[in-house]
C-alpha cells in the first residue's frame, strides 16, 4: 500500500496533509537527508519538459497548472503531461486535458508544479529516475514577503524555482542561491452564455458585488470581511438597488456563520456554495458588476487578472503580486496598514506580515462605481486592453522558450 491509501485510512481528509507531514516527518527527512539526486546530464534525454501537476484540480492551484500547460503547448517546446491528484477535500474534476496525460517522462527537465509541502511528501513516492540526471524545475506560489523555514528542506530537491510573480520570486530568492524565474500567466477566462444571472438565480436589475473564498484554505487571507464590512459601510439594509453575491467553495454552515451573522438585515445577499466548472466560475464573475478583494496577500491574484480580462471592474488591496498586473488607471485600489500575525495561521507564522485594506476607501468606491457610469465603464475598458497586452500568451510564451532554451 503506497503513502497516499495508507494515510486516507489514517488521518481524516481535512486533515490529511496537515497530519501527513507529522506522521510521516520523520520518512521523510530520512529520504531528503540520504537522496543524492544525480546532476543534470543533458547527453541522457531528448530535450523537452515533462510537467507533472494537479491538472484536474478544481483550485486556483489546478487552475495555476492548467496555464502553464497552455503555455507550453503553443511554445516550440517539446512536453508530456502526468496529473497527479491532490489529497484531502479538493474535487479532481476538471477534464481539460484528460486526452493528454501521459505517465512516461522522456525528456531531460521536469517542471514539477507542487507545493513545497506537497513535494518533500511526494518525494518517498517517486521514482528515483524520475530526478536522477534530469534538470528538476518546481513551480511555486507562496503569498508572503517571508518564505516558510519549514519548507526551505524542499529547495534541495530541485535545481531551479518558478514562480508567476516577481513578489513571490523575491520571497524565495532571499532563501537560496538557485535559480528563480518569473514565468507570469497567460490569462484566459472562457465564458458560456447559459451560464447567465437567471442560471445562478441573481437578480436582473441590481448592481452586484461579489467575493470569493475557499472555506477550507483562502477565507483568512481573502479576507471576505473585509469586503463585506465595506458593502455595509457603503449600503443599507434597506436599500434594494445593490447586492452582495457570495462564491465559496467547502462551504460548510459552520464556516459560513461569521459570514451571514455579519450580513444580518441585509436581504439582497446571494449564496453560492456549489463547487463549478471553470467556465461557469468565469461567468459568474462577468455576469455580476464589480469583483471585490481586500486580500490580505497574493501569490498572483489570477481571479482580479480573469475578472478584468471579461470587463468585470475590481475593487483590490494595493499590496502584493496582483500590483504586478493592476494599478489605480485600471482598478479601483485600495490603500492598506500592515497587520501582524499574532498567532500561527497554517502555513502562515506568528510575526509575519500581511495588508489589512481600508474599508472605508473600499466603500467609496463601492458607491461612486454604482453611481458613476462614465468612471465604470472606463476602468472596464481599459483592464481589459491592459491584461490582453501584459498577459498576452506571445510574451508568457516568449519568456518560457527563452528560459528553456538557457538550460544546457
Not at 497527479?84 to 481539460?96: A, E, R
Not at 461612486?368 to 498577459?391: G, M, N, V
Request: glycine residues 4%; hydrophobic residues 40%.
Amino acid at each position: 500500500m503506497g503513502f497516499k491509501e495508507t494515510a486516507k485510512k489514517l488521518i481524516p481528509q481535512k486533515l490529511l496533509l496537515k497530519r501527513a507531514l507529522i506522521l510521516y516527518r520523520h520518512r521523510v527527512n530520512t529520504v531528503l537527508k540520504n537522496r543524492v539526486i544525480k546532476p543534470y546530464n543533458s547527453s541522457l534525454f531528448p530535450k523537452g519538459v515533462n510537467l507533472i501537476g494537479p491538472f484536474k484540480a478544481q483550485i486556483g492551484l489546478g487552475q495555476s497548472c492548467r496555464l502553464l500547460a497552455n503555455a507550453i503547448k503553443e511554445s516550440d517546446v517539446d512536453y508530456t503531461f502526468e496529473n497527479f491528484d491532490l489529497i484531502g477535500t479538493v474535487q479532481n474534476g476538471d477534464s481539460t486535458f484528460d486526452d493528454e496525460f501521459v505517465k512516461e517522462t522522456p525528456y531531460g527537465i521536469n517542471i514539477i508544479h507542487m507545493e513545497p509541502t506537497e513535494l518533500m511528501l511526494r518525494c518517498v513516492e517517486f521514482d528515483e529516475n524520475l530526478w536522477n540526471e534530469r534538470y528538476n524545475i518546481a513551480f511555486w506560489l507562496w503569498e508572503l514577503e517571508e518564505f516558510p523555514n519549514e519548507w526551505t528542506p524542499a529547495i534541495n530537491l530541485v535545481d531551479e524555482i518558478w514562480t508567476p510573480s516577481e513578489f513571490t520570486s523575491e520571497s524565495i530568492r532571499k532563501v537560496t542561491d538557485k535559480p528563480v524565474v518569473t514565468i507570469p500567466y497567460n490569462v484566459t477566462a472562457e465564458t458560456d452564455a447559459k451560464y447567465d444571472r437567471k442560471y445562478f438565480n441573481l437578480p436582473e436589475d441590481k448592481f452586484l458585488f461579489l467575493v470569493m473564498f475557499d472555506a477550507n484554505s483562502t477565507m483568512i487571507r481573502k479576507n471576505p470581511l473585509g469586503a463585506i464590512e465595506a458593502f455595509k459601510k457603503a449600503f443599507s439594509p434597506d436599500d434594494d438597488s445593490v447586492g452582495i453575491v457570495i462564491k465559496t467553495n467547502n462551504a460548510e454552515e459552520k464556516k459560513l456563520e461569521p459570514v451571514k451573522k455579519l450580513l444580518e438585515g441585509y436581504k439582497n445577499v446571494y449564496y453560492i456554495t456549489d463547487i463549478l466548472e471553470k467556465k461557469a466560475v468565469n461567468s459568474l464573475i462577468a455576469d455580476v458588476d464589480v469583483f471585490v478583494s481586500l486580500h490580505r496577500a497574493e501569490g498572483f491574484g489570477l481571479v482580479m487578472a480573469e475578472a478584468m480580462l471579461n470587463g468585470t471592474v475590481c475593487i483590490a488591496t494595493n499590496w502584493s503580486s496582483n500590483t504586478e498586473f493592476m494599478n489605480k488607471d485600471i482598478a479601483c485600489m485600495v490603500d492598506y496598514s500592515f497587520i501582524t500575525l499574532e498567532k500561527d495561521m497554517s502555513p502562515y507564522r506568528k510575526g509575519a506580515k500581511w495588508a489589512d485594506a481600508n474599508t472605508d476607501e473600499a466603500a467609496d468606491y463601492m458607491k461612486r462605481l454604482c453611481t458613476d457610469k462614465e468612471f465604470y465603464d472606463d476602468l472596464s475598458k481599459k483592464a481589459k486592453a491592459y491584461i490582453e497586452d501584459k498577459l498576452s500568451m506571445e510574451s508568457v510564451k516568449n519568456l518560457l522558450e527563452k528560459r528553456i532554451s538557457e538550460i544546457k
